[in-house]
């Protein structure tokens, strides 16, 4: 029998989910930083340069972690389902904002200066958005959280065999992240439905940057920066 002193229990996050945590908890700092600056009086238009600074800081975490996130060093995307689901996710976000559908009121991102675009930020803000934040959310959310809540050892979990449990917690935690809480809900599912059925993160990735870069080109056209 083996000595109960000598059993060693596993953390509940282990060095592969510290990699994927560590980029969305950069992100969260940087939000937290925001308020805090807004609460000191520190005017939006000023603020509106912390997002760049966020982009580049999660970015480069991302890029430091790369080698460990094995799910996305293989191509297997199922890119055009990808893309249609994203497509279907951004217009259920523009339609989804009745006042009830709502968690308090959207400040947005407004990139206009003296009345006209600021083309810097509107990149910067589209490219994060697309590029940047997808992979970063997708990592945590799907990649980790999703299996997390069915094994400590998440990394062993085969997407296929997530619960629906698991799928639905994740689903809802997702979406309370945004303002948006039942457009965010409904996101999450679609993505977490892509990832469990095609076992490719990337394919989740491109759905979610589809949503999220078409959202941008949107709400640049219709100048709706409170969806920001």
């Known amino acids: 029998m083996a000595d109960p002193d000598q059993a060693v229990s596993k953390p509940l996050l282990s060095h592969a989910g510290w990699v994927r945590v560590l ?7 940087f939000l937290l930083i925001a308020e805090l600056l807004e609460r000191a009086g520190v005017p ?14 999660v970015a480069a975490t991302l890029v430091l ?11 297997n995307a199922r890119a055009a389902l990808a893309v249609v689901a994203g497509l279907g996710v951004f217009w259920l976000w523009i339609s989804l904002n009745q006042g009830w559908m709502l968690i308090g009121t959207p400040g947005g991102y407004d990139p ?19 590029l940047v934040v997808p ?6 959310w799907r990649s980790f959280l999703l299996r997390w ?4 050892d998440f ?6 065999r997530v619960s629906l449990r698991s799928a639905a917690v994740a689903a809802v935690l997702f979406g309370f992240e945004h303002n948006q809480w039942l457009a965010g809900i409904v996101a999450g599912a679609v993505y977490s439905l892509l990832f469990m059925r095609t076992r490719s993160l990337w394919t989740a990735i491109i759905a979610h940057a589809t949503t999220n870069g078409v959202l941008g080109i949107w709400i640049v056209i219709t100048e709706t920066w409170s969806f920001w």
């Open 44 to 57: 939006a238009q000023q603020l509106r340069w912390l997002y760049p600074v966020k982009t580049v800081a």
């Open 65 to 75: 972690f790369w080698r460990h996130y094995t799910e996305l060093h293989q191509w």
């Open 23 to 29: 980029p969305f908890l950069v992100y969260l700092g």
């Open 155 to 160: 990394a062993a979990v085969d997407p296929a």
């Open 112 to 130: 206009r200066t003296a009345g006209g675009l600021d083309w810097t930020l509107v990149v910067v803000r589209i490219a994060g958005a697309a």
């Open 149 to 152: 809540l069915d094994s400590i």
């Open 135 to 140: 992979v970063m959310e997708e990592l945590f």
